[in-house]
């Protein structure tokens, strides 16, 4: 069965630094989706992106974060200058999406890149 | 926005036992899935169901979508089935919203 990967599963970097969290979603899926989980909380939606560009965000998803799409199988999570609060499990997802009146399709989800900030 | 609660937040069960987890949720739903996160973090998709009743082996579900809950059965416990059960909804929308919205999650021990 197609999976969703993510790579790193674990980084660890210094406050301020730049990191990218890597993410191939299932090939024949349209939509892309970052989730984010805080030690012992629940998951919290960062961003969708749909046809090349943001489709919804949440109040996470601050100026420090941004996401592309850089070329047909790559999606990619960047967060410019880390603070200690960044710290997460990050999950990327992708989806087929839904037609017009019909219930969405599922989620499938990465196995998770576990971000620390030190 | 919606509103998702799921219940218990903790269980201890005794291997072989059976439980039920629930979620509401508080507005209509165009999506509806069962989560598992296991020791490592992964979070494991168990259930598809936005609405009606399926059957995954010793799982199954049940979404009654118009009282807006759903279950999720588990028989035959195992110390494998152990971890974090969540329930995850996505608010109908006629433009289309694509965002997933997790409960709090049920804390599930099974013990030997």
């Known amino acids: 069965e197609p999976e969703v990967t993510q790579t790193p599963s674990h980084q660890v970097t210094q406050m301020g630094q730049e990191v990218i969290l890597r993410c191939v979603p299932i090939?024949?899926?349209?939509?892309f989706y970052w989730y984010r989980q805080i030690l012992g909380q629940k998951v919290e939606f960062l961003v969708s992106?749909?046809?090349?560009?943001?489709?919804?965000k949440s109040e996470i998803f601050d100026d420090q974060f941004s996401v592309e799409r850089p070329d047909g199988s790559n999606f990619t999570l960047k967060i410019r200058s880390t603070k200690l609060e960044d710290s997460a499990m990050y999950f990327c997802?992708?989806?087929?999406?839904?037609?017009?009146?019909?219930?969405?399709?599922?989620?499938?989800f990465g196995n998770g890149t576990r971000l620390t900030v030190t | 926005g919606i509103q998702v609660e799921q219940s218990p937040p903790d269980l201890i069960l005794q291997e072989g036992a059976n439980s039920t987890l629930r979620c509401n949720f508080s507005?209509?739903?165009?999506?509806l899935q069962w989560f598992h996160q296991n020791p490592w973090g992964q979070l494991i998709n168990l259930f598809y169901?936005?609405?009606g009743t399926k059957q995954n082996g010793r799982l199954s579900a049940t979404t009654v979508a118009t009282e807006r809950y759903s279950l999720l059965y588990i028989s035959s416990s195992q110390t494998t089935d152990s971890g974090v059960y969540f329930c995850?909804?996505?608010?109908?929308?006629?433009?289309?919203?694509?965002?997933?919205?997790f409960g709090k999650g049920t804390k599930l021990s099974v013990i030997p």
């Open positions: 169901i936005p609405s």
């Open positions: 992106f749909y046809n090349n560009e943001i489709s919804e």
């Open positions: 995850a909804v996505e608010p109908y929308s006629g433009a289309g919203s694509y965002q997933l919205t």
């Open positions: 507005d209509s739903v165009n999506n």
């Open positions: 090939s024949n899926h349209l939509y």
């Open positions: 997802a992708s989806s087929v999406g839904r037609e017009w009146g019909s219930y969405n399709s599922p989620l499938h």
